[in-house]
């Protein structure tokens, strides 16, 4: 089992930038594919991005490339979400998701362990 701390969110203005952390407990870090996925007022939550296990290859939502990017490091058990020229639309609670082995890495319904989300509102 894994638990997830989700750290980072905040207010920023259009075309600044944020960087989420999530820490995650537990010895077996580097056994959990990770996922970003965000869920603003009203909608669904849809994914954001996500990481394999060694941090060797990464999947991000079209809406996203280019602007953000996801970074692991198994030795402090934490994954980052860099987030860039953010825009009003990126405003969203923004949660870290952990499962050994999604087989749509996309699909939070994949995603076993789940933090409890961190705000981030962007101003126009």
């Known amino acids: 089992q894994v638990q997830l701390v989700e750290s980072g969110g905040g207010l920023v203005q259009a075309g600044g930038s944020l960087r989420l952390s999530c820490a995650a407990s537990?010895?077996?870090?580097?056994?959990?594919?990770m996922g970003w996925f965000r869920q603003a007022p009203g909608k669904e939550r849809e994914f954001v991005a996500a990481?394999?296990?060694?941090?060797?290859?990464?999947y991000y939502a079209d809406s996203v490339k280019g602007r953000f990017t996801i970074s692991r490091d198994n030795a402090k058990n934490t994954v980052y979400l860099q987030m860039n020229s953010l825009k009003p639309e990126a405003s969203a609670v923004y949660y870290c998701?952990?499962?050994?082995?999604?087989?749509?890495?996309?699909?939070?319904?994949?995603?076993?362990?789940w933090g409890q989300g961190t705000q981030v509102t962007v101003s126009s």
């Open positions: 537990g010895r077996t870090f580097s056994s959990y594919v």
């Open positions: 998701a952990a499962d050994p082995d999604p087989v749509n890495c996309g699909s939070a319904w994949e995603y076993e362990y």
């Open positions: 990481i394999s296990w060694s941090g060797g290859s990464t």
